[in-house]
C-alpha cells in the first residue's frame, strides 16, 4: 500500500542550484539546494565562512540571532541573513527536509518575493519520504504584544494565517488577508508577493552598509505616495501578501509545520520569532502530533513528484 503523502515526509528530488545578489550585502550568491535524509529538517550550510570550514546551521527559532531587517540565523561569523523567502517556499510546498549550501552570508533576494524558489524547485520535482512527517499542534492560544502591534498562536484544525497591516502612508494603509496554507494557495496567492519599502528609509540605510543590493527588480518601492515600479503592483493587495509571505517563513523555524492559527496585526519578523519563542517556552502550550485530524491538501498531488520587509527600513507597521 503506497504511503500516505499528506502524512508522510518530503524532500526535492535532485539538487537545485540558484545564484543572485543579496538585498543588503549587494555581492553575488550561489546558493544550492539539496536533497536530505528524512529528520533532517531544514540545514543550512555556510561554504565560506570565516572559520575556514563549513559551519551547519539548522533553520530553528532557537538559532536565529537578528530579526531587525530581516531574519539572520547563526553565529556572527558564520550567519546566515534574509531567509525567510527561501523558508516559505519550502514551507509553502510542504517541503520537510533538504540541505541550504551557500558561499555567502545572505540568500539571494531575487525578485523580493518566493517565486524564483518555487520555480527552481518545481523543476526538480518532490520525491515522498518513508518516514512520518511530524506536526507541532497548539493546544492553547500564546500571545506576544510589541508597541502597537501583537501577534498569537491558537487551536486550529489545519495552517490558517490571518494577517493585518496598519500604515499611516496612503498607498498602504490597513489590509487583512487570511489563507489556509496549502501548496496551491501559496502558489497563487502569496509566492509571487515583493518586499516593499520607502525611498526615505533607504537613504538613511544605504550610508549604513545596508540595502546595497536593492532595486526596483528586487522590491516595491514607494516615494511620496507612490509607487515608483513601472509595473506596479502584482495585487491590489500585495503588501499584506507579503508580509504574510514573511510570517510563513519565520513560522517555519518552528522545525515542523504548525497546526493551529496564527493572526498578527502590524506585525513582522521580530514578533514573529517571539511568538514561537513563547510557545516554546510553555510546553502546556503545544505537542508533536503525527498527522493533523483534518487532512490537508496533497504536496504530491499539488507540485507533482518526479530582505527584507519592508526592504528599505525597520519593520514599523
Request: hydrophobic fraction near 40%; proline fraction near 4%; charged fraction near 25%.
Given at each position: 500500500m503506497a504511503?500516505?503523502?499528506?502524512?508522510?515526509?518530503?524532500?526535492?528530488?535532485?539538487?537545485?542550484?540558484?545564484?543572485?545578489?543579496?538585498?543588503?550585502?549587494?555581492?553575488?550568491?550561489?546558493?544550492?539546494?539539496?536533497?536530505?535524509?528524512?529528520?533532517?529538517?531544514?540545514?543550512?550550510?555556510?561554504?565560506?565562512?570565516?572559520?575556514?570550514?563549513?559551519?551547519?546551521?539548522?533553520?530553528?527559532?532557537?538559532?536565529?540571532?537578528?530579526?531587525?531587517?530581516?531574519?539572520?540565523?547563526?553565529?556572527?561569523?558564520?550567519?546566515?541573513?534574509?531567509?525567510?523567502?527561501?523558508?516559505a517556499a519550502l514551507r509553502g510546498l510542504a517541503i520537510d527536509n533538504v540541505v541550504v549550501e551557500l558561499d555567502g552570508g545572505e540568500v539571494p533576494v531575487m525578485d523580493g518575493s518566493s517565486d524564483a524558489f518555487v520555480e527552481a524547485i518545481d523543476?526538480?520535482?518532490?520525491?515522498?519520504?518513508?518516514?512520518?512527517?511530524?506536526?507541532?499542534?497548539?493546544?492553547?492560544?500564546?500571545?506576544?504584544?510589541?508597541?502597537?502591534?501583537?501577534?498569537?498562536?491558537?487551536?486550529?484544525?489545519?495552517?490558517?494565517?490571518?494577517?493585518?497591516?496598519d500604515f499611516p502612508d496612503r498607498v498602504i494603509g490597513r489590509q487583512?488577508?487570511?489563507?489556509?496554507?496549502?501548496?496551491?494557495?501559496?502558489?497563487?496567492?502569496?509566492?509571487?508577493?515583493?518586499?516593499?519599502?520607502?525611498?526615505?528609509?533607504?537613504?538613511?540605510l544605504l550610508p549604513m552598509g545596508l540595502c546595497r543590493g536593492s532595486s526596483l527588480e528586487n522590491s516595491v518601492a514607494i516615494k511620496d505616495d507612490r509607487i515608483l515600479n513601472p509595473e506596479g503592483l502584482r495585487w491590489v493587495d500585495e503588501f499584506v501578501r507579503h508580509k504574510l509571505l514573511d510570517a510563513i517563513?519565520?513560522?517555519?523555524?518552528?522545525?515542523?509545520?504548525?497546526?493551529?492559527?496564527?493572526?498578527?496585526y502590524r506585525g513582522g519578523h521580530r514578533m514573529n520569532f517571539l511568538t514561537l519563542k513563547a510557545l516554546f517556552a510553555d510546553p502546556t502550550a503545544w505537542t508533536l502530533v503525527d498527522a493533523p485530524s483534518r487532512a490537508t491538501a496533497s504536496p504530491a498531488a499539488e507540485i507533482g513528484l518526479g530582505m527584507v520587509a519592508p526592504a528599505y527600513g525597520p519593520e514599523v507597521a
Open positions: 504511503r500516505n503523502t499528506v502524512t508522510a515526509q518530503t524532500t526535492i528530488a535532485d539538487t537545485v542550484r540558484i545564484v543572485g545578489i543579496g538585498v543588503h550585502s549587494g555581492q553575488e550568491v550561489s546558493l544550492t539546494l539539496q536533497p536530505a535524509d528524512a529528520d533532517t529538517g531544514i540545514v543550512f550550510v555556510r561554504t565560506e565562512a570565516d572559520r575556514g570550514r563549513d559551519v551547519e546551521i539548522p533553520a530553528v527559532w532557537h538559532n536565529v540571532s537578528a530579526t531587525d531587517l530581516c531574519t539572520m540565523v547563526g553565529p556572527k561569523d558564520a550567519s546566515v541573513a534574509t531567509i525567510e523567502h527561501l523558508m523543476q526538480v520535482g518532490l520525491v515522498t519520504q518513508m518516514a512520518r512527517r511530524r506536526w507541532i499542534k497548539v493546544l492553547k492560544p500564546v500571545r506576544v504584544e510589541l508597541g502597537n502591534g501583537w501577534a498569537e498562536l491558537r487551536p486550529h484544525d489545519g495552517q490558517r494565517y490571518e494577517v493585518t497591516i487583512s488577508i487570511g489563507i489556509d496554507l496549502s501548496p496551491r494557495v501559496f502558489r497563487e496567492q502569496v509566492a509571487r508577493a515583493r518586499t516593499f519599502g520607502f525611498v526615505k528609509d533607504l537613504e538613511k517563513g519565520d513560522l517555519a523555524l518552528s522545525g515542523a509545520p504548525i497546526l493551529g492559527l496564527y493572526r498578527s
